[in-house]
């Protein structure tokens, strides 16, 4: 069994983001001691973002010499999400939703028509139903539906609705309110590394 592990905080090691997904891919592989897994960090080797020219190629255009080794990259990173029966996501709320670099991980390696998600008669069809997919959310206040701040929710929503299109229910770890004080940053932590330890096995 394959996981592949995403980071996506610009943080380092004061990501609270990071410190769950670890967690959660520790509680797996403790679970399953013969999990493979597959670690990529999308701040520290990003991927470009999507571009007229990758749209292009992906329609039949001729690859411009200069764009190949970023096509490479791009489908390597396709192919480490197809080769992954579980796949575990760090990801902070940055200005309301994703970082950047998250965003180009996803319309690069995870939207990708043909590949994650089919066009038909009905309409789109996801191709990804199979996987596993658990996202750790770090965000600095409450977005919750029950608050002020809900309208401002688009990270679980966002990453709810592109899993959903290519066929999978994610699963979501929250730690909310971390910058609100360290008690509240404390305790949201505690929080969500005790949920990773209740994880299901893999």
Avoid: C
């Avoid at 905080?9 to 410190?19: A, C, D, E, M």
């Avoid at 329609?59 to 791009?74: T, V």
């Avoid at 043909?114 to 977005?143: C, E, W």
């Amino acid at each position: 069994m394959k996981l592949l592990h995403i980071d996506s905080s610009v943080l380092g090691p004061h990501s609270v983001s990071r410190q769950v997904s670890a967690a959660i891919v520790d509680r797996l592989r403790q679970a399953t001691p013969s999990l493979e897994v597959t670690y990529r960090d999308v701040t520290q080797a990003p991927l470009a973002h999507l571009s007229g020219s990758h749209l292009a190629v992906a329609q039949g255009a001729s690859a411009p010499a200069e764009l190949g080794p970023d096509l490479a990259a791009g489908a390597a990173a396709l192919e480490e999400f197809l080769a992954a029966d579980i796949v575990v996501i760090g990801a902070p709320m940055y200005n309301f939703t994703i970082p950047s670099q998250l965003k180009a991980w996803i319309d690069r390696a995870v939207l990708v028509a043909g590949k994650t998600f089919s066009y038909g008669a009905n309409g789109p069809q996801g191709l990804a139903g199979g996987k596993r997919v658990i996202v750790a959310i770090s965000r600095g206040g409450y977005y919750g539906a029950d608050t002020p701040m809900a309208a401002l929710e688009h990270l679980e929503t966002y990453l709810r609705g592109v899993f959903g299109f290519i066929g999978i229910n994610p699963e979501f770890i929250v730690a909310d309110g971390i910058q609100v004080g360290p008690e509240h940053r404390e305790k949201a932590l505690a929080g969500a590394l005790q949920a990773a330890t209740g994880l299901r096995a893999a």
